[in-house]
């Protein structure tokens, strides 16, 4: 009985931590390409006020976003309050900060796809609480290049 046990704890265990290592995996595999200077689209979906201006077309380099437009080619206003959850995505070095942080890790549900090549995260969809409506956020990064 206390072999059925230990196993059974093992293997919930290694279950817990799959979601983890797959993260940490794919973002040495970011850190490795050594991608500095790079372009894509984020799009930030969720029960908040700036979703028509989706998807955004981010640029950065050397960890600083050096521009960020909306899809009608306004300035993002970078500054606004209201703006603070799409700027904690809006690099790519900042996505998976947030994908790892306790908040995230913690929800109910996290669903991850990554990029073959990059590994960054290309869509990601995170249900906070299951049972409560109006608290999913869901991330798409698309159209990525690098500018080196």
Not at 20 to 49: D, I, M, P
Not at 75 to 91: E, G, I, Y
Not at 139 to 144: A, E, Q, R, T
Request: glycine fraction near 6%.
């Amino acid at each position: 009985m206390k072999k059925i046990t230990l196993l059974l704890l093992t293997l919930i265990l290694a279950a817990c931590s799959v979601g983890g290592s797959e993260l940490s995996r794919n973002q040495a595999k970011w850190q490795e390409a050594g991608v500095t200077h790079y372009r894509f689209q984020l799009s930030v979906t969720c029960f908040c006020l700036f979703r028509s201006q989706m998807p955004l077309t981010v640029e950065v380099k050397d960890g600083e976003i050096v521009s960020m437009t909306d899809v009608n080619g306004e300035a993002f206003p970078v500054d606004d309050p209201m703006s603070d959850l799409v700027m904690k995505h809006a690099t790519i070095e900042r996505i998976f900060s947030e994908l790892g942080s306790d908040s995230v890790q913690a929800a109910d549900r996290l669903t991850i796809d990554f990029d073959p090549t990059y590994g960054f995260p290309s869509e990601v969809a995170i249900d906070y609480i299951e049972l409560a409506a109006d608290d999913e956020l869901y991330l798409s990064v698309s159209g990525f290049e690098p500018l080196q």
